[in-house]
């Protein structure tokens, strides 16, 4: 494959990669199991959970699945809860069974769920039972057959699990109503499960192992077809990068961002259990002082997160206390890491914050600044090995002066396509495989990139791509909004957030568009800035300007 980038890669990282070295993500499951069976694999909430009880609870899982279920390889399984115990039990349970993870944000509402069901076709759905009201709403008009329901405690011990779902839903009352009475409980499928066989199912590298939902580069949500070599690609691709720096076995990562997400799913579910680490899961990151207290008392090695959670932590009193002497690795994806988030980062831990750059099309990760730099410069560092990246212009030919194009990336772990959405596939991925992701940067002398502006109209706020179609549909369902147009702009938190420019009939408030928007929008979704207008600009065929929009912004 040839490079079209001009540095070399630092010490002790191989320039190509073997994306075959595994057979599949259950391959490397298991032998990362028969290698590193005693350590810690998993640890929620003072529970921790060893790679030999793993591979013991995702078995009964799987046969569960397989046996009771009757679910045939290739069929789809939701998973929708944050970081518990049970997610990585659920997720190893359904592709050793040959099945396909079908990963779903826990905080959908309704509208969301019903359409990432519908379009995935999954039989079967994993969830929380403080997010099972929500799946009421939408489960008969979907091809759901099987919901299956954990509680937050359920995998802790005897006493703790009755403390804890009692204090979640009689005490805090975070469990809403619901009546699902056709659902299995997880426990009581563990529970049969032990008793059934596993017939395991021959799974080829290029057997999918998720359909992991984005927006794409332009659109609605839809389901990147991830293959198992897809993911072992990327594992290889990032573990060889990181490698050098990390020991088998001894390592700890601390996992706060949701393992639904593509990120965090590759970079720490997957990776640190392909180097037998342990992945200290944060449910609630969101609750800072909890957050900073539990990993006091971790001697963490690696931390990976987006800009505002790293700026979080920095702005949160007693972070500073921490022991960081064992930190070796901290990296930020997902959103642009700020110049002054790294750099107090660095004060405050003496580790280096690195960026990376990738998207779910990729597994996600397709470039990394070198962990040997000296400190934060600003660039997504240099591509993965055996990836190539290179820009084009808005003709399609390749620069190769310096100046801006779009970013384009070929490599093993770039997606078979989009699920079901051939001509959604062909927008992004050329003949020749070259993914194209709708950012625009540029080289510099040493081989760097450097994110500069995004081509599409697609909005990042705190790592999750929001894209306006989707937001306008909603806004305009209000039956006083005669049009809307959404845009992200600047945010110093969030790195953006959502404004939307509405023409509406006389004596609607914003707080009555917002609160709209609650009932259809996941929080990172919802508008944060309505701006009411007389008209919108729109082209000679009436196609609204949010390109004129973003600039009015940018001026103002």
């Known amino acids: ?245 990390l020991s088998e076995g001894e390592e700890l990562v601390i996992t706060a961002l949701p393992l639904y997400h593509i990120f965090a799913l590759t970079c720490n579910c997957l990776t640190f259990m392909k180097l037998g680490g342990t992945n200290l899961m944060i449910t609630n990151p969101r609750d800072m002082p909890l957050f900073i207290k539990t990993i006091k008392s971790y001697p963490f090695t690696a931390i990976t997160g987006v800009n505002t959670l790293f700026n979080g932590l920095l702005n949160t009193p007693g972070f500073d206390e921490i022991d960081f002497s064992k930190l070796k690795i901290a990296l930020g994806g997902g959103m642009a890491v700020q110049a002054a988030v790294a ?11 690195l960026e990376g750059f990738g998207l779910t099309e990729s597994a996600p990760v397709a470039s990394v600044a070198p962990y040997d730099s000296k400190g934060y410069d600003g660039t997504i560092g240099l ?30 772990q770039v997606m078979k396509g989009y699920w079901q959405r051939p001509e959604a596939t062909e927008e992004v991925i050329c003949s020749e495989g070259w993914l194209s992701t709708g950012d625009i940067a540029t080289m510099d002398e040493r081989g760097y990139f450097k994110i500069v502006d995004r081509k599409k109209d697609m909005i990042l706020v705190s790592g999750f791509n929001v894209f306006p179609n989707e937001i306008e549909d909603v806004v305009v369902m209000h039956d006083d909004v005669v049009e809307a147009a959404a845009i992200g702009v600047p945010n110093p938190v969030s790195g953006e957030v959502v404004k939307v420019f509405v023409v509406a009939k006389p004596g609607v408030s914003e707080k009555a568009i917002i609160d709209h928007c609650k009932q259809h929008l996941t929080g990172y979704k919802i508008p944060k800035i309505i701006e009411f207008r007389d008209d919108l600009p729109k082209t000679n065929v009436g196609k609204i300007l949010r390109r004129a929009l973003r600039e009015e912004e940018q001026a103002a």
């Open 1 to 245: 494959m040839e490079k079209v980038w001009l540095t070399s890669y630092p010490e002790g990282v191989p320039a190509e990669i073997d994306a075959d070295k595994f057979a599949s993500l259950v391959d490397l499951f298991e032998q990362s199991v028969s290698r590193y069976g005693d350590k810690p694999a998993f640890i929620n909430m003072g529970k921790s959970i060893t790679y030999n009880e793993l591979d013991r609870l995702s078995r009964d899982f799987a046969a569960y699945l397989q046996q009771e279920l009757k679910l045939k390889k290739g069929d789809r399984v939701a998973i929708m809860m944050p970081n518990l115990i049970q997610y990585p039990v659920a997720l190893f349970g359904v592709l050793r069974a040959g099945l396909v993870v079908v990963n779903v944000n826990p905080l959908y509402t309704a509208r969301e769920l019903k359409h990432q069901l519908n379009d995935s076709g999954a039989k079967a759905i994993v969830v929380v039972s403080n997010f099972a009201s929500t799946l009421e709403e939408v489960v008969d008009e979907t091809p759901i057959e099987h919901v299956i329901l954990t509680k937050l405690g359920d995998q802790l011990s005897p006493f703790k699990r009755t403390l804890v779902n009692f204090v979640v839903k009689y005490v805090k009352k975070m469990v809403p109503k619901y009546h699902l009475p056709d659902a299995h409980s997880m426990r009581s499928a563990l529970y049969k499960g032990a008793k059934l066989e596993l017939e395991k199912p021959k799974i080829d590298n290029g057997d999918l192992a998720f359909l992991q939902y984005t927006g794409g580069t332009t659109g609605v949500a839809k389901g990147a077809m991830l293959t198992h070599r897809n993911m072992v690609a990327n594992l290889e691709q990032v573990s060889s990068w990181i490698g050098p720096t």
């Open 343 to 353: 750099d107090k980062w660095q004060k405050v831990t003496g580790s280096r914050l």
């Open 383 to 412: 591509p993965l090995p055996s990836c190539s990246i290179r820009l084009i212009d808005d003709d399609g030919k390749v620069i190769t002066n310096g100046d801006r194009g779009e970013l384009q990336i070929l490599g093993p």
